[in-house]
């Protein structure tokens, strides 16, 4: 499988969201995945896809929804907080993240209370919503480093 991950932010800066792709980058790789990483500040693909990944509806959902389309492709989306907090409620950014949302094969969030929350906003957004927790990958535990304090 070739999985393309668009990313909100350059994945030159140290941000959650670039820390948080690499990791999920990371753990599809080890499950056999060919993973491509895309910043704002990369050009166009040239290979196909077999799945586009947005993470974030709002910044990076309206390239990977393109990108979808042009390959084939399903669109997944991970929703972040600034997705469901602040952009939804947005006038112009909720537009945006209602028609990612309505366009998305799948969403993936973090935990149940947001997908409830996802949920009172659209029944048929919730149905196609994942919760998959945010972790720490294993050789976080075995450097020691979680047994501290």
Sequence with gaps: MRVLLVAPHSLRE?????VTLARLAAGLRTAGARV????PDQG???PRFNLVHAFHATKAGPRALGLARQTGA??????TGTDLNHDLQNSSRG?????ILARASALVVFNRATR???GRH?????AKTSVIPAAVA????????????
């Design 95 to 99: 537009r945006i993240v209602r028609r």
């Design 14 to 18: 140290p941000r959650g969201n670039s």
């Design 122 to 126: 659209s029944k048929t957004w919730a």
């Design 138 to 149: 294993p050789p976080f535990f075995a450097c020691g480093v979680a047994r501290q304090g």
């Design 116 to 118: 409830a929350r996802l």
């Design 36 to 39: 491509k990483l895309l910043g």
């Design 44 to 46: 166009e693909p040239q």
């Design 74 to 79: 399903p669109l997944v989306v991970t929703m």
